[in-house]
């Protein structure tokens, strides 16, 4: 056995051809394991395929030049823009001011490196030069149709703005600049937080008269703060209260499509530049026609209260009044919000000669399907189910 042994050894561990690594009492030969065996050994051929980056918009591995620094992408038109920036190879610079879970759901959105996260100061001008460096477009999405005890509509709606614009005129190298606004922004307007709008886009084109302004309706999507409260009101309370009568109407728009705008916007050849866009979607509707569009996705009977406007006005009020005396916030209002009562009192619809979606070479989305279809969440027996008229219709021939 021993002399078997030997002989075996003798054939395999061949001094000139291999080193002999001794492990324990093992022997291996190092030439059938390590990297030249053929087993690990690359099959793929190297071959001259140029610079591995293209140049252009061919992907979101590619290289568009953009380098886009865009406050309030954190908000819900934010993650949109940041998705379609970073799509066509644009590197996405993402300020924020809240905690590290803000912005991780847009590092996921371009490629290793391309969406960038900055905690900054938006009271701090430092902190906003910081963040616009290495920039050379801004876009300002930043808005709320609330007030806080620590932020007010005039300070985050027009004076941010403001300070945004005085800072991209001073930078230099700031090629494009791209405020959003609110359809229905007036001085005039009932609505503080559309009088700051207002202020802002006057700012903004005071300091860069180059400056694209974008005026988009109430927005829907997957998070917005319309549809999605109506629903969830409704599958609580069984019913959706309607300011007056119902009968305000306004152009609700796809927040894809918007976010298209902006995109459009920044690789046109400058005719944009300048300009005000009103953004409102293809149809119009009534407050009434939309909710029942709503009950109709969820499979659900429409229910409603109307609540006259002075009613509507008064039980809002209160928040209103103890926002800055009491020593603690106040939560944040979803269906009684005062200055949305103020807001949706007049019609909101886009002006007859205005440049809209089309001079930007898009085709709005009909609100009716892919748009709303994620209120087939709100569906008590699923998403092909439903708790009333599905009893006596088959699914099949149901939207």
């Known amino acids: 056995m021993q002399a078997v042994s030997r002989r075996l050894g003798h054939r395999y561990l061949k001094p000139a051809a291999s080193v002999i690594l001794r ?27 140029g610079h591995l980056v293209r140049k ?11 380098i886009a620094v865009v406050f309030g992408a954190t908000g819900f038109l934010g993650r949109y823009v940041v998705q379609q920036l970073a799509k066509m190879g644009s590197q996405v610079l993402v300020p924020f001011r809240g905690g590290e879970d803000a912005h991780r759901h847009l590092k996921l959105m371009g490629d290793l490196g391309q969406v960038v996260p900055m905690h900054f100061n938006p009271r701090d001008e430092d ?29 985050v709606n027009h004076g941010m703005a403001e300070k945004f614009a005085t800072i991209a005129k001073e930078h230099g ?12 922004a007036s001085p005039s307007s009932p609505s503080r937080y559309l009088k700051a709008k207002a202020a802002a886009e006057q ?26 409260t109506w629903a969830h009101f409704a599958k609580k309370y069984s019913f959706v209260p309607l300011f007056g009568d119902g009968s305000t109407k306004f152009q609700p728009v796809y927040v894809v499509d918007v976010a298209a705008a902006v995109v459009a916007a920044l690789k046109d050849d400058g005719t944009s ?17 939309l909710a029942e569009v709503m009950f109709e996705t969820i499979r659900e009977w429409p229910r409603y209260v109307k609540i006259p406007l002075p009613v509507a006005k008064a039980a809002a009020m209160p ?48 609100l ?25 219709v088959s699914p099949d021939s149901l939207p």
């Open 127 to 155: 902190s906003v030069k910081a963040v616009m460096a290495k920039a050379n477009v801004v876009i300002n999405l930043m808005g709320r149709d609330y007030e806080t005890r620590n932020y007010s509509f005039e300070e």
């Open 173 to 184: 190298g700031i090629m494009r600049f791209i405020q959003v606004s609110c359809l229905g």
């Open 368 to 392: 009716r399907g892919y748009p709303i279809e994620f209120l087939l969440s709100y569906r008590k027996g699923g998403p092909q189910l439903g708790s009333t008229v599905s009893e006596g």
């Open 319 to 366: 928040r209103e009044i103890l926002l800055n005396k009491v020593p603690f916030p106040l939560p944040t209002p979803s269906i009684f919000n005062l200055d949305k009562i103020n807001a949706i009192s007049t019609d909101t619809l886009v002006s007859e000669n205005a440049l809209t979606f089309l001079d930007l070479g898009i085709e709005p989305h009909k």
């Open 203 to 228: 700012s903004v084109l005071r300091e860069i008269p180059e400056a694209t302004v974008l005026r988009p309706a109430t927005m829907i999507g997957t998070e917005d703060r319309m549809l999605n």
């Open 273 to 289: 530049m300048g300009k005000i866009y009103e953004l409102g979607g293809p149809e119009i509707f009534t407050m009434h026609e």
């Open 56 to 66: 252009g918009t061919g992907g979101r591995s590619s290289v568009s030049g953009l």
């Open 23 to 49: 492990q324990s009492t093992y022997f291996f030969p190092l030439a059938d394991y390590g990297v030249e065996h053929p087993r690990y050994i690359s099959t793929i051929t190297p071959k001259g395929v």
